[in-house]
């Protein structure tokens, strides 16, 4: 059987990635071809995305792909949700592109839990969350009214680098359900969230699903015989896509890169007013079927810890040496709510630490050891209980929780969910989101068959690393074997603080 190659382009808030898949025997190999670092950036008090940049470093990686793999037969975009670009009819951006952690967001967040928030969770099935594309669009047409006027369509960001390479201006699914104006069901943009807030209809399009082609490259002559797949363009839904879950179900995933994503997959949304107070997010996987998921703070904890103290692990081996560190530190007494929003986009993230602990009767942990030790005990924490109020809500019972992404190698953190939520945890690799993408692009050109047979023969490769829970938090951990896996990679995985 012949190989067949795709391009994923995998963009993560604090890095991005063109990774090419073999597929061939029903095996997937994965060679990352580009790798670069992503950061947004202030200009006055506002901050933003590098569009150029980004796009410039898409370029460079599909060129090079195209070089390594003269075959490429086609080419899928994913990213973080919610973040969008307002164009013109002619595809020119007419407002510059915001980072969903600025807090332009926090006046129309208020307004919103104060009135109206039921009744747009019931449309949408997404809470309040300050960095929805609803709150967004709210800031900047009540700030530019003109805007109403000069933009056209707003594209996600996968849709918007879906239009620079295909020339086609759709908005998908997945990464549409990030923004809080998706309706439930097959109901396309809710007109109850657009009017609320006074977002006019004509910019978006009735959203297509994964899996649709969009045509041969455009812009990019070197690549012009290859296709543009619209894959899941929000990188948590092609993540979910990656792991080999047990068709009968009973798995809880978790997408750990800046944020931790845990959820399950659904027929149904999970709605009504514990789900809202338990901001349960009722996102949507490439195929219109529901991901209920919380969203807690992640990784984007340890990067900035590790940022204050002016250490970038520069491969795995000093990464390893970092979590031995952390794992002889002592454990602290108290530990972090994840969830507070003084880890959101702190000046500095150890003194937001040191803040928190102090107003909670906690001491500062001594050395950056103390630190990665205590962000991945909270996380684990945080995991759990997330697990635990799933269960309460859904009336289901989670056997095991699957993990993948850049937290998928940090065998603290992964240690401190199994001990927190008492189940184990099963490593799936850490290209989630690629691995995903690429099985969109394989499906639509009709080489794998379906999601479900993608899974399965994911599944039945290589054994995999399962954390088991321990008795007593004190003991060493303790790492055996699952049938659940990712084929081989001919890549060296990247420092397991870079993630999404
Ligand atoms: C992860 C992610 C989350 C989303 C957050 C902000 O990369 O896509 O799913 O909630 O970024 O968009």
Redesign the pocket.
Known sequence: MKSIHCAAVDL??TSGRIIVGTWRQDQLRLDEVHRFPNQFRPLGSHHYWEITALWAEICTGLQEAKRRFPALAAVGVD?????HVLVDAAGRPVFPVHA?RDDRTQPGMKRLAAHGLARIYAATGIPN?F?NTSLQLEETISRFPAIRQMAKRCLFLPDYFNYLLSGRMENELSIAS?SQLLGLGAAGFSPVALRRFGIPASWFSPPIKAGTRLGRVQNLPALRDVQVVAVPG???AC?YDAMPAAPAGGDLFI?S???S?VGFESETPVLGPAALAARI?N?RLGDGRYRP?T?IA?LWLLEQVLKDFGVQPANDRTWTALIKGAERAPRSAVLLDVADPAFVNPRSMRAAIDAYLRRHHGRPPAGLGGYLRLVCDSLGHGHAAALRRFERLSGLAFKRILITGGGAKNRLLCQATADAAGRPVVVCGQEG?ATGNLASQLIALGKVKDLSTFRGLLGRRQPSIVYHPRPSSLSSHNAGTAPCSFSSSARTMPAATE??
């Open positions: 993560g808030a990213s973080w949700g919610v973040d969903y969350i960095y990030t929000h990188d948590t993540a997408s890169g800046t944020w994503l997010s996102e998921l969203n992640g989101a993630s999404r």
